[in-house]
């Protein structure tokens, strides 16, 4: 107790008041909010502010993976596409080549090599003509979401055209870019910026122009988003290709011509192993894509992320429609926004009515991580009496901490849970403007983050045992 406390302490912007509030395994009962509900009844076992809307953070990919596999289907996959158009002669081709994306989160280099290898094989060693890069599949964005500082890795561009997360690793003694490619350029500039480490200036060509804010902390391997997609995923092809010995010139932006020729296609992994992998890694970059081709699906027409999640609330109100879906607010797929709210309520209601669907004879629970096991709850509750007992997702920002799911019971009876914690106060300020106050309160975070999921750890142990 003594040092959760002290914990505590070290976040003084709290009142005398709130400091002597009532608290809940150490965290103030404001900040906490659950619901642990009967599977077979609907009856609601234990419950703290049940109706209390709170941040929900990556718990939106629940909602966001369960509405993609129901309209795309498990089968689904997504292609990319490499075409030419023009003559081939001794080499060279006399016209365009056109990599068109089809909104794959999960291309990588290794299969992005397989392109440069098709041009070899098809004979080409040199392009005199465009290198074309057709996003267009998705509606292009900078960023996934405008929350948090512009260098997180988590937040990268999106388009039709993404590979390997669109991040790059910046080695920092040397200023050198991995991938290697000559697209990213890198300027020292002696100053501190609230933690902002690298700050985007603008993209010229096909170059992005990053300053590298030389007075804050930078490790030796650090990581930054690309803020165009579609350059940067030809600008990788564009490295593979010359390691083979096939020359391309920069890419430019364009859309693929009616009477392009097909040279390769790249078949994505089926939908279900994208959702498993999203749902277990909880990356941003699958959510938002996977919420966004769904949209695409229902209304035709490539749409940002906020109007797809407005198609998805559509639907889901329609799909469910004895849920009381008013206080539901969901603005994007990923949850890097402190927009989407539910209560534990209408979560482990929410939760109880997809107990009941399958996904061609799949339940959605399959697809969500196990303590002890996988993904973000893989180190949690780990001893074996305790394991195998949760499936559930995490959800994660700067004082904002969740879990929701299922929850076995010693009793063999499951239940629906929504755990829910946030720092109202720390958040707020995470939310304004860039401070010194804020600067310092995200390096502490980690020990707030700590300190509820021992709290939330504690009380999920005691569900498992006297249920």
């Given at each position: 107790?003594?040092?959760r406390?002290s914990?505590?302490?070290?976040?003084?912007?709290n009142?005398?008041?709130?400091?002597?509030?009532?608290?809940i395994h150490?965290?103030?009962?404001?900040n906490?909010?659950?619901a642990?509900?009967?599977?077979?009844s609907?009856?609601?076992i234990?419950s703290?502010q049940?109706n209390?809307?709170?941040?929900?953070?990556?718990?939106?990919k629940?909602f966001t993976?369960?509405?993609?596999?129901?309209?795309?289907?498990?089968d689904?996959r997504?292609n990319?596409e490499?075409?030419?158009?023009?003559?081939?002669?001794?080499g060279?081709?006399k016209?365009d080549l056109?990599l068109?994306?089809?909104g794959?989160?999960y291309?990588?280099a290794?299969?992005?090599?397989?392109?440069?290898q098709?041009l070899k094989?098809?004979?080409?060693?040199?392009i005199?003509?465009?290198?074309l890069v057709?996003?267009?599949f998705l509606?292009?964005?900078?960023?996934?979401s405008i929350?948090?500082l512009?260098?997180?890795?988590?937040n990268?561009a999106?388009?039709?055209?993404?590979?390997e997360?669109?991040?790059?690793?910046i080695w920092?003694?040397?200023l050198?870019p991995y991938p290697?490619?000559d697209?990213?350029?890198?300027?020292?500039?002696?100053?501190?910026?609230?933690?902002?480490?690298?700050?985007?200036?603008?993209?010229?060509?096909?170059?992005e122009?990053?300053?590298v804010?030389t007075r804050?902390y930078?490790?030796?391997?650090?990581?930054?988003?690309s803020?165009?997609?579609?350059?940067?995923t030809g600008?990788?092809?564009?490295?593979?290709a010359?390691?083979?010995?096939?020359?391309l010139?920069?890419p430019?932006?364009?859309?693929?011509?009616?009477?392009?020729?097909?040279?390769?296609?790249?078949?994505g992994?089926?939908?279900?192993r994208?959702?498993?992998l999203g749902l277990?890694?909880s990356n941003n970059?699958m959510?938002?894509?996977?919420l966004?081709t769904?949209?695409k699906?229902?209304?035709t027409?490539?749409?940002d992320s906020?109007?797809s999640a407005e198609t998805m609330?559509k639907?889901?109100?329609?799909?469910?429609?004895?849920l009381?879906?008013?206080k539901?607010?969901l603005?994007n797929?990923s949850g890097?926004?402190i927009?989407n709210?539910i209560?534990?309520?209408n979560?482990v209601?929410?939760?109880?009515?997809l107990?009941?669907q399958?996904?061609?004879?799949?339940?959605?629970l399959?697809?969500?991580s196990?303590?002890g096991h996988?993904?973000?709850i893989r180190?949690?509750?780990?001893h074996?009496?305790l394991g195998f007992h949760?499936f559930?997702k995490?959800?994660?920002l700067?004082?904002?901490?969740?879990?929701?799911?299922?929850?076995?019971?010693k009793?063999g009876?499951?239940?629906a849970?929504?755990?829910f914690?946030t720092h109202h106060?720390h958040?707020e300020?995470?939310?304004?403007?860039?401070?010194?106050?804020?600067?310092?309160?995200r390096?502490?975070?980690?020990?707030?983050n700590?300190?509820?999921?021992?709290?939330m750890d504690?009380?999920l142990?005691?569900?498992?045992?006297?249920y």
């Amino acid at each position: 107790m003594l040092i959760r406390l002290s914990l505590l302490l070290i976040f003084s912007l709290n009142t005398h008041a709130e400091v002597t509030e009532t608290k809940i395994h150490g965290l103030h009962k404001s900040n906490v909010a659950y619901a642990l509900m009967e599977l077979d009844s609907g009856k609601l076992i234990t419950s703290e502010q049940v109706n209390k809307e709170m941040i929900l953070a990556s718990v939106s990919k629940i909602f966001t993976y369960y509405f993609a596999l129901k309209t795309l289907g498990p089968d689904f996959r997504f292609n990319t596409e490499l075409f030419y158009l023009g003559e081939i002669k001794k080499g060279v081709l006399k016209g365009d080549l056109i990599l068109k994306g089809g909104g794959d989160p999960y291309l990588n280099a290794a299969q992005l090599s397989a392109f440069a290898q098709h041009l070899k094989l098809k004979g080409i060693h040199k392009i005199e003509g465009r290198f074309l890069v057709d996003g267009s599949f998705l509606q292009p964005a900078q960023s996934v979401s405008i929350l948090g500082l512009t260098d997180q890795a988590d937040n990268p561009a999106i388009s039709g055209l993404n590979v390997e997360f669109n991040r790059y690793d910046i080695w920092y003694k040397e200023l050198i870019p991995y991938p290697p490619v000559d697209s990213l350029v890198l300027k020292r500039k002696n100053r501190s910026a609230f933690g902002l480490r690298f700050n985007h200036k603008e993209t010229l060509g096909h170059k992005e122009i990053w300053e590298v804010n030389t007075r804050e902390y930078i490790p030796s391997v650090d990581s930054i988003p690309s803020k165009n997609s579609s350059l940067f995923t030809g600008n990788y092809l564009r490295l593979l290709a010359s390691r083979m010995g096939v020359t391309l010139p920069p890419p430019i932006e364009g859309s693929t011509p009616p009477k392009a020729k097909l040279i390769y296609t790249n078949k994505g992994l089926p939908f279900s192993r994208i959702a498993e992998l999203g749902l277990e890694f909880s990356n941003n970059l699958m959510a938002e894509t996977a919420l966004m081709t769904a949209a695409k699906k229902i209304n035709t027409l490539p749409q940002d992320s906020k109007i797809s999640a407005e198609t998805m609330m559509k639907w889901y109100q329609k799909s469910f429609p004895d849920l009381d879906w008013k206080k539901v607010s969901l603005i994007n797929g990923s949850g890097l926004t402190i927009y989407n709210e539910i209560s534990p309520l209408n979560m482990v209601q929410f939760l109880r009515a997809l107990s009941k669907q399958t996904i061609e004879k799949r339940s959605y629970l399959s697809y969500l991580s196990i303590n002890g096991h996988s993904g973000g709850i893989r180190r949690r509750l780990t001893h074996p009496n305790l394991g195998f007992h949760i499936f559930a997702k995490t959800g994660s920002l700067f004082y904002v901490n969740n879990l929701a799911g299922y929850l076995i019971g010693k009793s063999g009876k499951m239940y629906a849970f929504a755990f829910f914690t946030t720092h109202h106060k720390h958040r707020e300020v995470m939310s304004g403007e860039d401070s010194s106050d804020k600067k310092y309160l995200r390096s502490k975070s980690g020990e707030w983050n700590n300190l509820s999921t021992e709290a939330m750890d504690s009380i999920l142990e005691q569900w498992i045992q006297d249920y």
